[in-house]
């Protein structure tokens, strides 16, 4: 019977081809996507020029309040479906 469902169900071998790259695609998004890395590298540059003055406290709490809803967000993402 397996050999007869592979032949009757051949023509549609592409289109699982295509959504087998699709789900591969999506995954690779979603690691970048929800990577802490770049919110952790921006936090300490934001910190870097509140220290040297290019911006003021009032702009740094804004961005960092942001940052940090940013990285909460992605750990909240990687709690609920794990890698």
Request: hydrophobic fraction near 40%; glycine fraction near 8%; proline fraction near 5%.
């Amino acid at each position: 019977m397996g050999v007869l469902v592979q032949l009757l169900t051949f023509p549609l071998a592409p289109l699982r081809g295509v959504g087998w790259v699709v789900q591969r695609v999506t995954e690779v998004a979603e690691r970048e996507y929800y990577d802490e890395g770049p919110v952790l590298q921006a936090l300490t540059e934001l910190e870097r020029e509140l220290m040297s003055g290019r911006i003021d406290q009032e702009t740094f709490d804004r961005r960092e309040d942001e940052l940090l809803d940013r990285l909460d967000e992605i750990r909240r993402f990687w709690e609920g479906s794990g890698p």
